[in-house]
């Protein structure tokens, strides 16, 4: 089919992970939100989170609709799949967005074969809009498609979150107050909370040199060879969306999303002053060990209300902070970092990953030791700990899958089983085995009670 769309039907799915089907998530996939808020008018929208849904229920959406348009996450892939051949098989126009996507949009097109017109590349807000308006999705920046059979990669756009509509909650329908519902029994303080991404970039991930191996984030802003992501949304566009939905929903406490804003103290600060004097929520967001080990941003937080903050500590070997995080981080600096929120009273969700490229029995023990001088603190509400999974995006991955053993056993594969990945990796690239690794994760989640804890 050439050329775009003009109006119609416009369903967007996201599709269910393993570990989610039945119902364990309380946060509204942001960017389908985001997608579903710039669809021009002469459409009618859906989303679908499918863990909500029976197999009947998205099949009938999908009859219902003239355009399906998929979210692909590595984890969610085998669903993905399955849903790209049905609505197939149902004649309907089918496009794909989301990381896994962005990064194996060759092995989807030309191995694999997926029934799709095309893929959009990265932060797709743009692009998706201007597919549906009307324009070919060969022409358009930021696009993956098959041309008289050729692949063809273009390079994204820079995306200026300043020109998109802000996301508009009510499109969530029923399944936001099914999410408010679960953040409220999932959440320490419990109360309902709402994600929302600022729009607000990793500023490793924007560095050559320091890049944390078991990320994705880095290469997503660089695909198609064009280095994105510039842009910070207004601090005022943040707080007035903030406001309008706060009011609406009587929310008042916010997910930000964003990969880590705490790198970037200006404008944490910016964003602090532009606050409207009759709205403070309370916040909850990601940061590393190194960022908050500088008291200067962590009482920027506090002023804030942040109250909740996800803790990269990663690893609690500095030879493995220096080599495959983001290098900027010691195991002192993670604990500073930890003991700062805890001094002020900030909530800390702890984060560390078992499995590093090199990974030796007394590495594994720094971690561990780390994890539990982590948990003695009075504000750690949660720690996590699990193994590493190479997924698409990430140097591990590239690593894996380019390695000589491998490299037939992976070629053009698209749905990946996590477990064989893990196994792979450990195999093939560290001093320790999957045992070791899961030994170090139970010693650290009985430590800490209430660990949540990913398993193997
Ligand atoms: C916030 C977040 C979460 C939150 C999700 C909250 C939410 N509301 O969605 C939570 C904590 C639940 C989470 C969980 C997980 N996450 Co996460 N997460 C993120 C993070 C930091 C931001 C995602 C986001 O909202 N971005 C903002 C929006 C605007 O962008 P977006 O979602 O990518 O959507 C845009 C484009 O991708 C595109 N697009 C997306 N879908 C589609 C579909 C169509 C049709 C089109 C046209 C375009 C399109 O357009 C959108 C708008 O611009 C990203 C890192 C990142 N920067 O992307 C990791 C990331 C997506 N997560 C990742 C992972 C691995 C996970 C987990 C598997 C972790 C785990 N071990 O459990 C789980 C899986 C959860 C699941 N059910 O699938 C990886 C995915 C890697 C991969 N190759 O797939 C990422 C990239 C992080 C990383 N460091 O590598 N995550
Ligand atoms: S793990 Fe966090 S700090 Fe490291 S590159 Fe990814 S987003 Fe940036």
New binding site residues.
């Given amino acids: 089919m050439v050329g775009g769309v003009a109006g119609g039907t416009v369903l967007?799915v996201?599709p269910r992970?393993k570990?989610?089907d039945r119902v364990v998530?309380g946060?509204?996939?942001?960017?389908?939100l985001?997608?579903a808020s710039q669809v021009p008018a002469a459409f009618q929208t859906r989303l679908m989170d499918a863990?909500f849904y029976t197999a009947q229920h998205i099949s009938s959406a999908i009859k219902e609709s003239d355009i399906v348009?998929?979210?692909?996450?590595?984890?969610?892939?085998a669903h993905a799949k399955e849903l790209v051949a049905e609505a197939n098989e149902n004649g309907k126009r089918v496009?794909?967005?989301?990381?896994?996507?962005?990064?194996m949009s060759r092995e989807i097109l030309v191995d694999e074969k997926w029934p799709v017109e095309g893929?959009?590349i990265?932060?797709?807000?743009v692009?998706?809009r201007l597919?549906l308006g009307g324009k070919d999705i060969k022409e358009i920046e930021g696009s993956a498609f098959l041309h008289n059979g050729d692949y063809r990669l273009t390079a994204q756009p820079i995306?200026d979150p300043n020109k998109i509509a802000p996301p508009r909650f009510e499109l969530l329908g029923d399944e936001l107050q099914q999410f408010l519902q679960i953040s409220k029994q999932q959440f320490p303080q419990g109360v309902e909370k709402l994600?929302y991404?600022t729009?607000n970039?990793?500023v490793y991930a924007n560095s050559q040199k320091s890049r944390?191996s078991?990320?994705?984030?880095p290469r997503?802003m660089e695909i198609g060879g064009k280095k994105i992501l510039t842009k910070y949304k207004s601090a005022e566009s943040i707080w007035s969306e903030l406001k309008a939905v706060g009011e609406r929903f009587g929310v008042m406490f916010f997910?930000l999303?964003?990969?880590s804003i705490t790198g970037n103290r200006k404008w944490l600060r910016d964003f602090l002053e532009a606050r409207p004097k009759n709205f403070a929520p309370s916040f909850y967001c990601?940061g590393t060990g190194g960022e908050l080990s500088d008291s200067k941003t962590v009482a920027i937080l506090k002023e804030l209300n942040v109250n909740l903050i996800q803790v990269g500590n990663e690893s609690g070997d500095d030879e493995i902070l220096r080599k495959y995080c983001c290098g900027k981080t010691s195991s002192e600096k993670n604990l500073e970092a930890v003991a700062n929120l805890d001094r002020v009273g900030i909530g800390v969700f702890s984060n560390f990953i078992i499995g590093f490229e090199n990974e030796t029995e007394e590495s594994i023990r720094n971690t561990v030791e780390l994890a539990k001088r982590t948990a003695q603190f009075g504000q750690t509400k949660y720690v996590e700990v699990?193994p590493m999974?190479p997924?698409?995006?990430?140097r591990v991955?590239y690593q894996l899958i380019n390695h000589p053993k491998l490299k037939a056993k992976y070629a053009g594969k698209v749905v990946f089983d996590a477990n064989e990945l893990l196994v792979d990796w450990v195999e093939n690239f560290t001093n320790v085995s999957v045992g070791t690794i899961q030994k170090a994760i139970d010693e650290i989640s009985r430590q800490f009670g209430t660990a949540m804890r990913?398993s193997i």
Avoid: E, K
């Avoid at 946060?27 to 389908?32: A, E, K, M, S, W």
């Avoid at 990265?122 to 807000?125: E, I, N």
């Avoid at 997924?391 to 990430?394: I, L, V």
């Fill in positions: 967007l996201n992970t570990a989610n998530n946060y509204p996939n942001f960017g389908l985001s997608l863990q348009g998929v979210t692909v996450r590595m984890d969610n892939c496009v794909l967005g989301g990381p896994h996507a962005t990064f893929i959009f990265g932060y797709s807000d692009s998706f597919w995306l994600d991404y729009y970039f990793c944390c078991f990320c994705s984030v997503g997910y999303l964003d990969d990601y699990g999974i997924r698409s995006g990430s991955f990913r």
